[in-house]
């Protein structure tokens, strides 16, 4: 094959997204290209879209599995709205992801796999290829099939371990299509397949064989080169929500110089956190895979009983399990992380799906005048910052506090900078002395109202804890009335004082726009696209973001007073705007809400925000 | 371990005794029970400040509040839940779980066979006075089938649970079974359970003086207990009777009472009780020996030493330490796929 003369076009962001069946190995294939980008210097953000079933039938739409990666010169905030490019494996994966995809833009298909048969399987009712809804879009009909089997035939495979290749032919197109090197590529196969000679061999040639395919067809007469970035210097890995969930714990225990215990029960999305942390014992981390939700999160209770630092983790439908054994952790004012994964609800509602509904069951979903703290991370990456500050929030300030992501954090993924240990905040935990005659269950720290941690095993303070309303000081039972009060209104301001170690809300923008965008949560790098392409085109418009719920930063109402119009964005019906106009009645908050079980796309931000500008 | 140190001060069952009142109603068999515990707890070669109580909800889960040792008085049905966070995080505690058959055995049950199960080195207590009292006398998963209670006033028509048979078939290595009323049964059984390593099961028959008065009469009461109980002990031949002369034979694959020296029945024929066996057959079929046809068995039924979940845990634990060359923070953020620009 010859080959032919090729124009290099420079681009400052690409969106690319790999489709195919829950078998054809695209989260693989996904993790790889970004991997490579990773190596390049480029920043990217990625999330993965699982179907609900493990393997759905075969060529179905409910089987396609899919993995969207968003690389770029600039910083990368999201995993990007809409595809430059599209990999669709089979018919149903290009059915699945035809509105995702940007006019005009590549669609590289197996056209093996595009026969009437699986037309009809996909739901199409026409030939897609011959119909004209493709007219405008650049198609590269390639016979990925045919020719993986044809580059494998002379090694002695089975046809289905052949077939398995497919993903790295469509690679090595998109290698060849952003002048990736193959190198990088190539140590990863030799890793993944350590065992396995064969198939390294097998999947590096049809990584080559796709890559020389690209280089020779006529239709791609365009490579990309995207510029590495030049702001971000240093040391970086590519991390998920989960996984920066696990490890941010695990930082704040060692900080503390404490063992972690993670009681947890299995439920998507959050399942990775308790895989990730089950790898940890070298690390003094212990995992109970408890019998369900109810038990994990008693047996983190009664870890944190014994001194350690105690957490669990789940989604939706186990935040609600565990609901009155948080207000056990409120009663005997323990520390505790829970870790909420948030999903589609209620009930199963849409399992692998991002939603923000459960911010009111973490607020007041329990029996009885029950605070805790309420946070949430914003990045997939900052999940580690949020993960350690509600430890070391919980080990201070011996408080339950709630740790909220969502599915679109969890399963995706950014560039860290790794951080260096030295440089994160101190934990003091507030131990009590062994044998100190003065010690009383529940007398309080005087400024945070944190009561002293006395665990089994030390000397001259035995004493009982539990569910029952204790007497103030002494924690004996108490059913006295005005005793109750005084300690309903002790748990409360010892959570409202926590605002004393949180940060101030910060204003992105300017401080007197027209209309402050607001959020909280996982919706941070959506808004925050949104309003920077609103501001670069001079539109009068700032964003203020969420992390800590409760207690608000304490400048949240002089943040507020500055403007004439706030908007608040979130994934459900309005909880959060509800809950400001409960804790900040004076402002009109108006709202715009999503709940599809979909993050945010920046477009239709962008639409909202300046029909909002546009209105009187 | 404690156990390991001999440095130990010497502790006397004062040393448990609470000064603050004790709540149960006068003539409950939780005294005596408790009573029990504290004369135990001494022999045990453990420090004081390393005993936890854990406790659910209901009459018997107040208990902890009426030892003087570290306590936890949890949630109704959890106390097997966290007391296994306790143990887990801390394997170094003598841990015991106080429940009831309301606690246990129905909101509970999840977390019971899953402790026993797991074989987690924690002693169960369960005060199964076959009835909810705290809420005031409503039917329990162990009250017999036909009783008529406050929500059974046409008499219950559920079986009964026989809690050492749902025990056994969880995979219990350790059951006992013992009467409120017997001190020395009582101390036995649970000193084998404390020095059982993994989770030991230990039932008590208990009076409720309000709401199920005399419920264990049948079995307790002196002139009947001799003729209508069995207490088993390892190594010894199972005979029972105010005379000693019944014992228990194995007739096919089921147990049967003979009277010794009657229908050519000799003492060679009766059964000698092996606790230690890992075999369950024969300690599923004593547990779930019942009135009138059989004897109630007491003492303790099963005592299998197999390895303990705290064990194998700490093994691992050993081993992952040893093995990874990665044991901070900065080690482990800095290794595998990183990038730099």
């Known amino acids: 094959m010859k080959k032919k003369s090729t124009k290099v076009v420079q681009l400052e962001e690409v969106v690319v997204k790999f489709a195919g069946d829950s078998g054809d190995g695209m989260q693989l294939t996904g993790s790889q290209f970004s991997d490579t980008s990773a190596v390049a210097g480029h920043d990217l953000a990625t999330f993965p879209d699982y179907p609900a079933e493990i393997r759905a039938p075969q060529g179905t739409v409910a089987g396609v599995s899919g993995f969207q990666v968003h690389i770029g010169h600039k910083d990368v905030h999201t995993s990007g709205d809409l595809a430059d490019v599209l990999v669709a494996m089979n018919p149903a994966a290009l059915m699945a992801n035809m509105r995702w995809v940007k006019p005009g833009a590549t669609i590289i298909i197996d056209i093996d796999n595009f026969d009437n048969k699986s037309y009809k399987k996909a739901g199409y009712t026409e030939d897609p290829l011959g119909d004209g809804s493709l007219e405008g879009y650049n198609v590269v009909k390639a016979p990925i099939t045919a020719l993986t089997r044809a580059t494998l035939a002379d090694m002695d495979l089975n046809i289905k371990t052949v077939d398995k290749t497919k993903n790295q032919f469509a690679l090595g197109l998109l290698y060849w299509l952003f002048n990736r090197e193959l190198d990088v590529a190539f140590d990863f196969l030799a890793k993944k397949f350590k065992d396995k000679p064969d198939l390294i061999i097998a999947n590096q040639k049809v990584l080559k064989a796709g890559y020389h395919y690209a280089e020779t067809i006529e239709a791609l007469e365009t490579t990309y080169y995207i510029p590495p970035t030049s702001d971000k210097k240093g040391k970086f890995r590519n991390i998920t929500g989960n996984q920066a969930v696990a490890w941010g714990l695990m930082a704040a225990a060692e900080k503390a110089n404490l063992d972690l215990f993670l009681g947890s029960y299995p439920i998507t999305p959050a399942s990775e956190i308790l895989q990730e942390l089950s790898k940890r014992k070298h690390m003094r981390v212990k995992t109970f895979q408890a019998e369900d939700e109810i038990a994990g999160i008693c047996s983190a209770i009664g870890a944190s009983y014994t001194g350690v630092l105690a957490a669990t983790s789940t989604s939706g439908p186990g ?188 204003v992105y923008g300017d401080p007197e726009a027209d209309l402050l965008v607001v959020g909280w949560g996982g919706t941070h790098g959506a808004i925050l696209s949104a309003v920077e392409d609103l501001q670069d085109d001079g539109k009068s418009i700032a964003m203020t973001h969420f992390n800590y719920i409760k207690p608000l930063p304490k400048n949240t109402a002089e943040v507020f007073s500055k403007y004439k119009k706030i908007v608040v964005c979130e994934n459900n019906l309005g909880q959060f705007a509800n809950y400001l106009r409960s804790q900040h009645p004076q402002f009109n908050y108006i709202q715009f809400n999503k709940i599809q079980g979909l993050p945010f796309m920046v477009f239709e931000l962008k639409e909202k925000f300046i029909q909002i500008l546009q209105e009187n | 371990m404690a156990t390991d140190n001999l440095n130990i001060p010497e502790i006397t069952k004062k040393d448990f005794q609470v000064d603050n009142e004790i709540k149960w109603c006068a003539g409950c068999g939780s005294f005596a029970i408790l009573n029990s515990v504290i004369n135990v707890l001494p022999k045990l070669g453990v420090k004081k400040e390393d005993v936890c109580f854990v406790s659910g909800i209901g009459c018997s889960s107040r208990f902890p509040y009426y030892i003087k040792t570290y306590g936890f008085h949890g949630l109704h049905g959890r106390a097997a839940a966290i007391a296994s966070g306790v143990k887990v995080a801390n394997p170094n505690l003598n841990v015991w ?152 034979v194995l007739d096919g694959l089921k147990l049967k009472v003979v009277k010794i020296g009657e229908d050519g029945y000799t003492m060679e024929d009766v059964l000698v009780h092996d606790a230690t066996c890992e075999d369950t057959t024969l300690h599923y079929m004593l547990a779930r020996m019942a009135r009138p046809e059989f004897p109630l068995a007491l003492g303790v039924i099963r005592n299998y030493q197999g390895t303990s979940y705290d064990e194998l845990l700490q093994a691992q634990f050993d081993d992952a330490r040893k093995n990874s060359p990665i044991k901070t923070m900065d080690q482990l953020m800095n290794s595998g796929a990183v990038f730099e620009n």
């Open chain 2, 97 to 248: 779980q106080i429940t009831g058959d309301g606690d246990c055995m129905a909101i509970g049950g999840n977390h019971f066979i899953h402790l026993l199960r797991r074989n987690i080195n924690i002693n169960i207590l369960l005060l199964n006075n076959k009835i909810y009292g705290l809420t005031k006398g409503q039917y329990s998963p162990t009250t017999p089938k036909g009783s008529k209670t406050k929500t059974s006033p046409d008499g219950t028509i559920e079986e009964a649970f026989k809690p050492g048979e749902l025990a056994i078939g969880a995979g219990a290595h350790f059951f006992a079974r013992v009467t409120d009323t017997d001190q020395k049964l009582m101390q036995d059984a649970f000193y084998q359970g404390a020095m059982h390593k993994g989770a030991s099961f230990t039932e008590i028959l208990e009076n409720c003086v309000i709401f199920n008065n005399a419920a264990h009469a049948d079995i307790t009461e002196k002139d009947l207990k001799d003729d209508h109980t069995i207490y088993l002990q390892h190594g010894e031949k199972m005979i029972f009777g105010s005379e000693r002369d019944k014992g228990l």
């Open chain 1, 319 to 506: 935040l609600a399990l565990k609901g009155e054994a948080i207000g056990l952790a409120v009663m005997t004012e323990l520390p505790l992380v829970i870790v909420n994964v948030q999903r589609g609800g209620p009930a199963t509602g849409l399992p692998t799906k991002p939603e923000q509904s459960d911010l009111m069951q973490a607020l007041y979903g329990r029996n009885g005048e029950s605070p805790v703290v309420v946070m949430a991370a914003s990045s997939p990456a900052n999940c580690f910052d949020y993960a350690f500050m509600a430890s070391k929030i919980a080990l201070e300030r011996m408080v339950p506090v709630i740790l909220l992501t969502d599915g679109y954090l969890a399963n995706g993924s950014e560039l860290w900078p790794v951080p260096a240990m030295k440089d994160l905040p101190e934990i003091k935990v507030p131990f009590a002395t062994p044998n100190d005659p003065d010690y009383q269950p529940y007398k309080r720290d005087p400024k945070t109202l944190a009561r002293q941690w006395a665990i089994p095993g030390m000397e001259g303070l035995r004493h009982r804890v539990g569910g029952l309303e204790k007497a103030d000081i002494t924690g004996e039972v108490s059913h006295n009335a005005i005793n109750h009060e005084k300690m309903s209104h002790y748990r409360e301001e010892k959570v409202q004082r926590v605002a004393d170690m949180i940060p101030e809300l910060t």
